[in-house]
C-alpha cells in the first residue's frame, strides 16, 4: 500500500507512522519514497522559477514554494493565501522567505490568482504546468509532472505491472494517475470529469468510500 498525494512528506507524517506505510508518492507525483529511500525526483526548474517568482511579485500574487521539508510563501501577510493554506501547515509552520526558492530543489509551486489571470502565466512557460484546484490558487509543476509518473516509477522499481495495481482519487490531480493504473477508483463525491478518469466509482469519502471501494475490487 502507498500513499500518492499532491501534499509535501512534512504533511502527512504522522499518518503515515499511524498506518505504518512507508512508500509514498507526494507533491503532485514529483518525489517519491520506498522505505525511506527516495528512488525519484522531479523538481522544477530553477530558471523558469526566478521567472515565475519575478512576475508574480511584480504582480502582487502570492507564490508558494514547496520541497520535501517545508512550504515557504514569499509575502508575510496575505488573507486569501493564509485562510487557504491554514488547514495543512497546523502541525508545520508556513515560512516567510521570498528567496526560498534559490539554491534548493523545489518540487512544487502554490500560484494565488484568479483563473482568468492564469494565461499571462501559462503564456510564459513551457515547461511548466499550471493545475487549477481552487478558484483562487493553481499548482505549478513541472510539464508532464503528475502523480501517474510518480506512481510509474513506483510500480516499476517493485516489479509491478500497472494493470494489477489499484488507485483511488477524488481531485483533478488525480485524473491522470486514475487513467495511468489498471483499476482506477473515483471516490463519490467526485466531480464528473474525475469519474469518467476511472474505471469504477465508489460511495463517498464520508460515506466508507475506501472501504467499499476495496470491497468492489474484491480486496477485501
Not at 522544477?44 to 512576475?55: I, Q, R
Not at 489499484?166 to 493504473?181: H, K, Q, S, T
Request: charged residues 20%.
Amino acid at each position: 500500500m502507498a500513499f500518492a498525494t499532491g501534499r509535501a512528506p512534512f504533511m502527512f507524517k504522522k499518518l503515515r507512522d499511524e498506518l505504518v506505510i512507508h512508500t509514498y508518492i507526494n507533491l503532485n507525483g514529483q518525489y517519491a519514497v520506498h522505505n525511506g529511500e527516495v528512488i525519484f525526483k522531479n523538481p522544477l526548474s530553477s530558471k523558469s522559477l526566478a521567472l515565475l517568482h519575478e512576475n508574480a511579485f511584480k504582480l502582487n500574487h502570492p507564490l508558494v514554494f514547496v520541497d520535501q521539508d517545508n512550504m515557504s510563501m514569499m509575502f508575510e501577510l496575505h488573507i486569501y493565501a493564509e485562510e487557504i493554506l491554514s488547514p495543512i501547515t497546523m502541525e508545520h509552520p508556513l515560512l516567510f522567505d521570498r528567496h526560498y526558492f534559490k539554491n534548493r530543489e523545489i518540487y512544487q509551486a502554490l500560484l494565488f490568482c484568479y483563473e482568468e489571470e492564469n494565461q499571462h502565466y501559462s503564456s510564459l512557460f513551457s515547461d511548466l504546468n499550471f493545475v487549477r484546484w481552487h478558484p483562487y490558487v493553481s499548482d505549478v509543476l513541472p510539464a508532464g509532472g503528475s502523480k501517474a509518473k510518480g506512481l510509474e516509477v513506483v510500480i516499476n522499481h517493485l516489479g509491478f505491472e500497472k494493470e494489477s495495481v489499484c488507485a483511488f482519487g477524488d481531485g483533478l490531480n488525480d485524473i491522470e494517475m486514475l487513467e495511468f493504473v489498471g483499476n482506477g477508483v473515483a471516490m463519490g463525491n467526485a466531480i464528473d470529469k474525475v469519474k469518467q478518469a476511472a474505471k469504477y466509482v465508489t460511495k463517498d469519502i464520508n460515506d466508507n468510500g475506501i472501504l467499499h471501494g476495496l470491497k468492489m475490487l474484491v480486496l477485501l
